[in-house]
Each structure stands twice: as C-alpha cells, then as structure tokens.
C-alpha cells in the first residue's frame, strides 16, 4: 500500500492555496484563543475590586450611616482620558459594630477633594454597602467580548471548510494512487490583495478509474506542479486518487513530493 510522509511544511503549503478561507478561518480565530486567557485573567483582576450591589437600589432603600475614608488605591490598569479608577477603603458603622468595606470608583474630580480620615455618607444593606456620590465602577467586559464572539462566529465556518478540503488533500497525499488526467480547463486564482500570497490556479480534468469509467476532478494548485507554463487543455497531468473512492482526487504536488522525495511509482494500471 502507498504510504507518503506529511509533515507541517505539506498541510502550510494547502493553506496558502486557500488565501480567503485560511485569512478568515484562522486569523478571526487562532489569535483569539491565545488571546482569550490573558484577556480573561487581566479582566478579572480589573474587576477583583469591583462591588455586586446595586448601587441604585441600595441609594434608594439603603440604611445611612457615618463612614471614615481609610485609604485610597489607583487602579492603574485601566485608564479613561488619562484618569484612573480608585479603590477606596472606608469604615462605617452598622448595628453599633464598626465594618470595613472598599470598592472601585471611577470619579477622578470628586475622588480629588477627598483626604484619608475624611467623613463620607455611606448607604448599607446585608448585602453590601456604597459611599453616597460614588458609584462602582467595573471594566466593559461585555463590549470587549464580544470581539471574542463575533469574530470565531464570522470565522469558525471559513475554518471548518479549510479543514474538510485540507483533510481531504492531504489523505490523497498520504494514500493517493498516481493515475494519469486529461485537461479540461485552467483558471486563475487570484491571492491576497498586493501580495501573491494565494496565487494558485484551478484544474479541472479527467481521468479513468475502475473499469475504465470516466471521472471529472477539480483540483487547486500552484502553476509549478503543472507539467509546463504553456500547459493547455488536452494536455495529460499527473494526478493522485483513490480507487475505492475513485471520485476523490487531486493534483500530483510537483513541488511537494521532489522535496519530501516521494516516489512517483506505482502507478494506476
């Protein structure tokens, strides 16, 4: 049985056949990935000082009470015009018990005319508390993810047709009997724009399987595996394919197989 090695230099070769699918497929993905931990581990410290209360409600229903500002913390993290939030730290008494509690504020003209050991207002429930005047402040991470979900959306079935024609290629590649093609006709595919990255043509020929019965095979390919530039329709070209499955087919990878040394014997019939 034919056994070919492929390695990664083969599976880079099929992506850059397929500038449009691997440019949507992998870069509105890959990078994403690697992205999204960083970006979930940076959010959450940002938002470690962050308060769940409501700080509407607890304005409105709250129980008041006399606080004292214990310190101040820039976030620095995170900055809006050049201004940072501020974690303040505070006291205040519930119950006849002294409580401390601290939360990020983004307030820099308000937070300027404060000093440490300052009175405040301070609203509280059995569920938190707020200084009066200074709303949490906590980082978007809404409209930032959504980066993280529109765009594997936009690209996820640009990845799965560029993974279904590459595994397709590359069994061929690995398993792919050489039998001889006719050509049918030759058009261009043009790559990237301003670069020739992509730059490949499209074959469409055929060629005999079992019993002589004719097939017609449509493969993408750089004009280096094609037998010579001036190549035209009626001209024989090399192409791979499996007699079980004798509809699945490819061009024989000129380029490909003299680096990896593939043999190109034997051949059908």
Not at 62 to 85: L, R
Not at 119 to 143: A, L
């Amino acid at each position: 049985m034919v056994s070919r090695k492929v390695d990664f230099s083969v599976f880079y070769s099929l992506i850059k056949k397929r500038p449009i699918l691997s440019m949507f497929g992998l870069l509105f993905t890959i990078p994403l990935l690697f992205l999204l931990i960083p970006f979930l581990i940076l959010t959450s410290n940002i938002n470690g000082n962050s308060t769940e209360v409501d700080y509407e409600t607890l304005l409105k229903e709250g129980f008041q009470s006399k606080g004292v500002i214990e310190s101040f913390e820039t976030v620095y993290d995170v900055s809006i015009d050049n201004e940072h939030p501020t974690i303040i730290t505070y006291t205040y008494v519930k119950e006849n018990e002294t409580k401390t509690d601290s939360y990020q504020t983004f307030a820099p003209n308000r937070i300027k005319k404060l000093n440490k050991g300052q009175e405040i207002e301070v609203k509280y429930s059995d569920k938190g508390s707020i200084i009066v005047g200074f709303p949490p402040y906590s980082f978007p991470i809404h409209i930032i993810g959504l980066v993280f979900v529109i765009f594997p959306l936009i690209g996820l079935p640009f990845l799965v047709i560029l993974i279904i024609k590459i595994k397709k290629e590359l069994y061929l590649y690995k398993k792919g009997v050489l039998n001889t093609g006719i050509i049918l006709s030759i058009s261009d595919n043009i790559g990237l724009m301003f670069t020739k990255y992509g730059n490949s043509v499209t074959v469409t020929y055929e060629y005999q399987g079992e019993r002589g019965k004719t097939y017609i095979g449509k493969s993408r390919t750089i004009t280096t595996d094609l037998p010579s530039e001036k190549v035209r329709n009626g001209d024989k070209i090399d192409i791979l394919f499996l007699p079980t499955r004798p509809t699945k087919s490819c061009i024989w990878p000129e380029q490909i197989a003299k680096k990896k040394k593939w043999r190109s014997s034997p051949r059908y019939r």
